[in-house]
Every structure is written in structure tokens, then in C-alpha cells.
């Protein structure tokens, strides 16, 4: 799929969607808490979005290439050592001290709104509110260098320099994306420092998304059988924070705020 630049009016809808997404994520926010399920948060975001106008982009996703089962969820629920597309259920139970990464993804007026913000349940340890803590800077550091004449490898190389050196790990495999009337779109943000990346310059019309996953040991994964669950290979910690943004000549503008 070639890039496609985006208009103001585009981004307009782009960031109503986003707007959305956040919104969603006010009200999951507010049923994090030991005891719950990821069924329940699934069901509290599903009836949320529809009732806005809006449907559940993830809901029967068979993945970007259409290679995938349909995902049954609303959102992905990741806990813990899951890095991402963790299925909901109702034995998936959240525990004092857990993390959970919750991934929306909608369409709205046929505009997609997608974001990730990973949660504390109850209270964590120091280490993992570290983790939290550096895993949401990366995304910020990202955002930062994501200027008109920037590339995309200066996104992906200043996160991955503040992960390590805080010690954590950059995932490699599941990257940032494009988005507009699709999930997937041009162009693919890596999170890493990527030379072959320096060639690409950030344009002013480009919508994407950044979303780096921060592991707390190895950088390894480890996909479920049901083709969709990705842990980290080592069983430590994945958090992941994640916006959509757009590029105009005045610096990104952050959609899913």
C-alpha cells in the first residue's frame, strides 16, 4: 500500500476518532482493580464505542496480511509478561501488582482512532512502576523527534538509547504503523535504530502511530498457539504505551489525547 498523505480535513477526522479512543480509555481506567476480568473491560470498551457510533476495528481482525484467526476482543488485554494482543476472557482474572497493556483500536466515521496505555493494578513494585515509568518516556522521546525533515530512524533510535540505558529491552518484531480509513497503512515505525531508515523522511500529511513494547529482560518473544498472544520468551515483565500522531509543518499533533 503506497503512503498516503493526509489532508487538515483528514486529520480532523483522524483525531475525533482518537478522541474517542481516549475517552474509552478514561472509563476502563476508572475498573482496573484487582478481581476483574479482561471480559469485563472488554465489555464496558464494546458497548462504549457503539454507543458513540463508533465499532471495534479489532473485533474479528484477522490481522494486516489476513492470515491470522478473527481476534474475538474489543481490545487487546496484556498482562504481565504477554507483550501484546492478549485475548480477553473471563479467566483472566487481574491480581494485585499486575500490569495490563490495553490496546483500542476503532473506527469512527470511517476513520481510525488506535492507541495502547499499559496500567497498574492496584499498587506495583518499584521495579515494574520503572518499567511503566520508562516504557512511557520512550513513547514520549519517539513523539519528540517526529518532525518534518526528521527520519524514522531518529524515532526509533532514541528509544531504543533510553531503554537501554535503563536497562530494558526493545521488542523488534511488532512495530508502529500508518493510519487513516485503515489500521495498517504506510509507512512502518520501527522502535529501534534501524540505518536503513535514515533514508526516510518524516513528511509533513503522515499519520502513524508510534507504540514501542519495553521488556524487562531479553527482547525475545513468544507466540501462543492461538496465533495471536505474544509473551516474552524470558516470562519477565512487557509494558506498552502507544499514540497516534500527525505531522504537519508545526511539529506532530497527538490524536489519541
Not at 457503539?50 to 481490545?75: E, L, M, Q, W
Not at 495490563?100 to 499498587?123: N, Q, Y
Not at 524514522?152 to 493510519?179: C, M, P, W
Not at 513494547?213 to 520468551?233: C, F, K, S, Y
Request: charged share 25%.
Amino acid at each position: 500500500m503506497p503512503l498516503v498523505l493526509k489532508s487538515r480535513r483528514h486529520i480532523e477526522h483522524l483525531r475525533a476518532a482518537g478522541h474517542l479512543v481516549a475517552e474509552t480509555f478514561r472509563l476502563l481506567e476508572q475498573h482496573i482493580r484487582p478481581g476483574v476480568t479482561t471480559a469485563e473491560l472488554d465489555t464496558l470498551a464494546e458497548d462504549f464505542i457503539r454507543s458513540h457510533g463508533a465499532v471495534p476495528i479489532y473485533k474479528h481482525y484477522k490481522g494486516p496480511r489476513n492470515d491470522h484467526p478473527p481476534f474475538p476482543g474489543t481490545i487487546c488485554a496484556s498482562i504481565n509478561d504477554v507483550i501484546c494482543h492478549g485475548i480477553p476472557n473471563q479467566r483472566a482474572r487481574l491480581r494485585q501488582g499486575d500490569i495490563v497493556g490495553i490496546d483500542i483500536g476503532l473506527k469512527l466515521d470511517g476513520w481510525v482512532g488506535d492507541a495502547c496505555v499499559t496500567f497498574p493494578v492496584g499498587t506495583v513494585s518499584d521495579t515494574t512502576q520503572k518499567l511503566l515509568d520508562v516504557s512511557k518516556r520512550c513513547l514520549e522521546l519517539g513523539i519528540e523527534q517526529a518532525y518534518v525533515g526528521k527520519t524514522l530512524r531518529d524515532v526509533g533510535a532514541a528509544i531504543q538509547k533510553h531503554a537501554e540505558a535503563n536497562g530494558f529491552s526493545v521488542v523488534r518484531e511488532y512495530t508502529g504503523h500508518g493510519i487513516g480509513r485503515n489500521l495498517h497503512e504506510e509507512p512502518t515505525v520501527l522502535h529501534y535504530d534501524e540505518p536503513r531508515l535514515a533514508r526516510y523522511r518524516i513528511m509533513s500529511g503522515m499519520v502513524f502511530t508510534i507504540e514501542p513494547m519495553i521488556n524487562e529482560g531479553q527482547p525475545e518473544t513468544r507466540l501462543e498457539r492461538d496465533r495471536w498472544t505474544v509473551h516474552t520468551a524470558d516470562g519477565l515483565l512487557s509494558a506498552q504505551f502507544e499514540h497516534s500522531l500527525a505531522i504537519t509543518d508545526d511539529g506532530p499533533v497527538i490524536l489519541t489525547i
